[in-house]
């Protein structure tokens, strides 16, 4: 499966979340209920949050932080994406670089690095159809 973007996307792995998360999965789900369908949706192995500037996604980046995400590394000098992946798919793809993530060509779609895309998961709506 894959994730749409839209705008700036913050993208975590789902496996990640399973580990790091407070409550894990099931409590990231509750905790983002309101918001699925909206600004949040997911796939089998990514969750995507995002906004419509870069402020917002910096506070989504701090509380993720604050969880216990390790967002960025640095490996041969250079900063990478690590737990988290900031992505503006208009401007080129992510932010930095992210070794786990692969977008489509054109840039409206991403899903796990290794994984095959295969159909988009899109909002609440479109994830039951």
Known sequence: ?????????????IALIRQKYPGGWEQCLK???RLIGGRVWFDEHLLRDGAMNPADIESL???WTS???QPTAEVDGQRIWQ??????????????????LELSEDGESAWLKGTQP???K????????
Do not use: N, Y
Not at 1 to 13: G, H, Q, S, T
Not at 86 to 100: F, H, K, Q, R, Y
Not at 122 to 129: D, E, G, I, S
């Open 31 to 33: 905790d983002h209920e």
């Open 118 to 120: 295969g159909a988009i």
């Open 122 to 129: 899109w909002r609440k709506k479109r994830m039951a159809q």
């Open 1 to 13: 499966m894959a994730i749409a973007l839209e705008f700036i996307d913050f993208v975590v792995p």
């Open 61 to 63: 980046v701090e509380e």
């Open 67 to 69: 969880f216990g995400f």
């Open 83 to 100: 737990d988290c992946c900031v992505v503006e798919s208009m401007l080129g793809g992510p932010t930095l670089p992210c070794d786990w």
